[in-house]
């Protein structure tokens, strides 16, 4: 079955800076890429997903690109603010059946002012 | 925006006893997923619903865990005799088509 690695598990970046966090996948029939956001105690929400017949995609300061050949995709955050900290969780998964969602072990990212 | 709720928020129960989650979906969802999260660790996906039956499930969606969409609103889950080790948060998600998932806030379940 789907198989999905994410790094790094924790990250730290000065307030402004950028942030990327990296995700592999094993099921090469796997086609649509969400990321979920999840501060502490509250749900998972959707921030950007991307699917494989798109190899970028763009919202205001966040960014997800898809190397379906290597089986990777990243999130990228720019200028990236206090209330970005959160754990931010990649997920893959086969559209058209019925969809379950396959997350990586998820990356708690700290930005500090 | 429409979003999916769930109840209760916070569930202790004594190990071998009963529960049902609860999960009210957004209105014009046809899809349904209940996913677990240990403390500290990954979302896991447990069972996926759609036209009123289970269209896959997981290793973890054992015996002791069944679905049903009783009334057409709520989707429920039932563990039957809980464990210890079913102590986590467990959240809904809904979707319109095989496609973008929205999760509830989630019930965190604890047993004693």
């Known amino acids: 079955g789907e198989n999905v690695e994410q790094h790094p598990s924790t990250l730290s970046v000065q307030e402004g800076d950028s942030a990327v966090i990296k995700c592999t996948y094993s099921?090469?029939?796997?086609?649509?890429f969400p990321w979920y956001k999840q501060e502490l105690g509250k749900r998972p929400q959707l921030i950007i997903d991307i699917r494989s017949n798109v190899g970028e995609k763009k919202d205001q300061r966040i960014a997800v690109t898809l190397n379906k050949t290597a089986k990777h995709f990243s999130l990228h955050i720019t200028e990236t603010q206090p209330e970005d900290s959160a754990v931010y969780f990649c997920a893959a998964s086969i559209t058209g059946g019925y969809n379950k969602l396959i997350f990586g072990a998820g990356t708690r990212l700290a930005v500090h002012p | 925006e429409p979003e999916v709720t769930q109840t209760p928020s916070h569930q202790v129960t004594q190990m071998g006893q009963e529960v049902i989650l609860r999960c009210v979906p957004i209105s014009n969802h046809l899809y349904f997923y209940w996913y677990r999260q240990i403390l500290g660790q990954k979302v896991e996906f447990l069972v996926s619903?759609?036209?009123?039956?289970?269209?896959?499930k997981s290793e973890i969606f054992d015996d002791q865990f069944s679905v049903e969409r009783p009334d057409g609103s709520n989707f429920t889950l039932k563990i039957r005799s809980t464990k210890l080790e079913d102590s986590a948060m467990y959240f809904c998600?809904?979707?319109?088509?095989?496609?973008?998932?929205?999760f509830g806030p989630g019930t965190r379940l604890t047993v004693l």
């Open positions: 099921d090469s029939a796997s086609n649509y």
């Open positions: 998600a809904t979707a319109v088509q095989a496609d973008t998932q929205y």
């Open positions: 619903f759609y036209n009123n039956e289970i269209s896959e």
